[in-house]
């Protein structure tokens, strides 16, 4: 029996931004699961952004779930100079696969993060239509679109999907609205493998997104927060230490290369803030999402502007205020009944300040029980999910190709 030849789209394991690989790790032992259960042998590649070479969790991946994985790059300029060389090849790119899922690398399918990535994003789906095999969208955020020319093109390559999962109601409303169906489940991330460690008394998770620090890419507020972010974060801090807890700070992008995104360098900084403070601790410098979501673990309280770094946590068994720049947080967390994100871009300093404490002091009980729940209801629904892998691997070696 040959082996079910699956392409990853824009899943990107060697990625410094560790959300984009915790779902490229979590998809991949989702389907390894899914192949066990159907009892047929896949072949995996993901495609897409380049993958940063000086990063090892490709090969963590593959020595953990006993999977070869390979990796193809795409480059819209290529693509378009090859073409304007009469140079076809590139049209073909997804004819030797069985099946293509697209994960979008999480911020999906939208055009509010520019034009160029929706062309790039909307190309490939349509090479992949042009296959005739079967396009799966996975578990992604649908939407807004500012353009109805990026609308229409978008609602007509969803409508040629062979299955759409939506990871939240917002998204899942957004494609009913365009006349579409969607499976509904949660983000792949919640299933990213994890080593539980013993929890540390007292200690408190702080996420800081560099990005957010440095004002966005433009430097100038571009996200449009309506509070001061690095004022925020220091007087989180401070309050958290007054009240004798140890306060971890947590980097989940780890790009060197690019300063204004880099968590970890912001880590660093805030430490020389504190730097005569034991109680203020520099988490290790992660090779993976794996290795985070194992140090966030032990933590008894976590906050961060990271969505997947509040996934992780959560997810973890931790009780998690996830601190929103973007509606995709409450879409995603909202879908599992966990109400306790805050947003940064409608509440100024002050009051987000004081609604974190209040969630901490007086509500961290509920936050705990909603916690349970919302795993359990992950579990659920990304179980669903799993079910429909497993058919889809079942029919295609029943298949007349096999």
């Known amino acids: 029996m040959k082996p079910i030849k699956i392409c990853l789209a824009w899943h990107n394991l060697n990625s410094t931004n560790y959300g984009v690989s ?10 390894v699961e899914s192949a066990r259960r159907s009892n047929v042998t896949i072949e995996l590649e993901t495609f897409g952004t ?17 999977v070869k994985l390979t990796h193809k790059d795409f ?3 290529k693509f378009i100079i090859n073409l304007t060389k009469l140079d076809f090849s590139e049209l073909r ?5 069985d099946i293509v899922m697209d994960i979008g690398e999480g ?17 490939t789906k349509y090479l992949a239509l042009r296959t005739k095999k079967k396009l799966i969208l996975s578990p992604q955020t649908i939407g807004p679109f500012n353009s109805r020319i990026s609308y229409n093109i978008a609602r007509y390559l969803i409508s040629k999907c062979d299955s759409v999962f939506s990871r939240d109601y917002k998204s899942t409303q957004f494609i009913h609205d365009m006349g579409l169906n969607c499976e509904e489940v949660s983000d792949v991330a919640f299933t990213l493998p994890y080593d539980s460690l013993p929890k540390i008394n007292n200690s408190i998770g702080i996420n800081i997104s560099g990005l957010l620090w ?26 958290f230490r007054a009240r004798g807890k140890e306060v971890h700070l947590i980097g989940h992008v780890i790009a060197d290369h690019l300063p204004v995104e880099d968590d970890y360098r912001v880590c660093n900084q805030i430490k020389d803030m504190f730097s005569v403070d034991n109680g203020v601790i520099v988490a290790p410098k992660f090779a993976s999402p794996i290795q985070a979501k194992t ?20 997810s973890a068994g931790v009780v998690t205020v996830p601190i929103a720049y973007s509606r995709k947080f409450s879409g995603v967390f909202g879908s599992l009944d966990y109400y306790f994100t805050l947003d940064a871009y409608e509440l100024d300093t002050k009051s987000l300040v004081r609604k974190l404490f209040e969630y901490y002091d007086n509500n961290f009980e509920e936050m705990q029980s909603a916690m349970i729940n919302a795993r359990i209801k992950a579990n659920q629904r990304n179980e669903k999910y799993v079910v429909y892998l497993q058919e889809l691997l079942s029919y295609e070696k029943n298949s007349s190709s096999y």
């Open 22 to 31: 915790a779902l490229a790790v979590a998809q991949v032992a989702l389907l």
């Open 50 to 66: 380049p993958f940063v070479n000086e990063l090892s969790i490709r090969k963590e991946v593959e020595q953990r779930f006993a």
């Open 75 to 77: 480059s819209l300029k």
């Open 93 to 97: 790119l997804f004819d030797k696969y």
């Open 107 to 123: 911020d999906s399918f939208t055009d509010i993060y520019g034009i160029k990535r929706f062309i790039t994003f909307s190309i």
């Open 214 to 239: 440095n004002g966005g890419y433009t430097g100038d507020n571009q996200f449009g927060l309506t509070v001061d972010y690095r004022l925020f974060v220091k007087e989180i801090i401070e309050l």
């Open 295 to 314: 140090y966030i673990s032990q933590l008894t309280f976590f906050t961060g502007s990271r969505m997947h770094a509040t996934i992780a946590a959560l």
